[in-house]
């Protein structure tokens, strides 16, 4: 069965350095999320990409946050400079088409010292 | 502004019996609703999905009833499992973009 990847699994890095995930969706599926999990909390979508276009970063703290998709397959995600309060899990997704089911990779444990 | 909440953080049952997750939402746009459930370290796993043209939707174990004039959505798990011991999440979506709640952790009792 096909499943979005994710790596690295867990990440520990220290505030003020930078950090970067990344996620391969799976085959075919043109829309890619990235969204943010704080313990206790759900998902909350940072970026949503269609092929390689943002059509949602509402939510991405720019000024240390940025996403790139730029051959709308893989994408990465960077944290620069990263802060105690980025200790999150990072979770990709993706879906298909108009089916809005959205399947999550494994996410990236991060924990920011 | 919390549009999709799940107002129990927890919820405990006996193996067997029914497990009954509520989630109220607020933004009358939303025509897609779905369940996820995530163990500890991994990612949401998609359970079931609900659109707004439907009330009810059953998917072996597991049903989700949507009540459009209540803003209220439920899943229903008959019977329960220890192995259902998770966190739930419902979302919903009024385009591709999901919204989340803030999960309700079910425990089933041996």
């Known amino acids: 069965e096909a499943e979005v990847a994710q790596s690295p699994r867990y990440k520990i890095t220290e505030k003020s350095q930078a950090v970067a995930f990344w996620c391969d969706p799976i085959?075919?599926?043109?829309?890619l999320y990235w969204y943010r999990q704080i313990l206790g909390q759900g998902p909350e979508l940072l970026v949503q990409f269609q092929d390689e276009s943002v059509v949602d970063d509402s939510q991405l703290p720019k000024d240390r946050f940025s996403a790139e998709r730029l051959k709308g397959v893989d994408s990465t995600l960077k944290i620069q400079p990263a802060e105690l309060g980025d200790s999150a899990m990072y979770l990709c997704?993706?879906?298909?088409?108009?089916?809005?089911?959205?399947?999550f990779g494994q996410g990236t444990r991060l924990t920011v010292v | 502004d919390q549009q999709v909440k799940q107002n129990s953080p927890s919820l405990s049952v006996q193996e067997g019996r029914i497990s009954i997750l509520n989630c109220d939402y607020t933004n009358s746009m939303f025509d897609y609703f779905l369940w996820y459930k995530k163990y500890p370290a991994e990612g949401p796993t998609f359970l079931i999905s609900?659109?707004?043209?439907?009330d009810k939707n059953e998917d072996g174990r597991f049903t989700v009833f949507l009540n459009k004039s209540a803003k209220h959505l439920s899943l229903h798990i008959v019977p329960s499992q220890p192995g259902d011991s998770a966190v739930y999440f419902c979302?919903?979506?009024?385009?591709?973009?999901?919204?989340f709640g803030e999960g309700t952790q079910l425990t089933v009792n041996p």
């Open positions: 085959s075919g599926h043109a829309t």
């Open positions: 609900i659109s707004s043209i439907k």
């Open positions: 997704a993706s879906s298909f088409g108009k089916d809005r089911k959205a399947f």
């Open positions: 979302a919903a979506t009024s385009g591709s973009r999901l919204t």
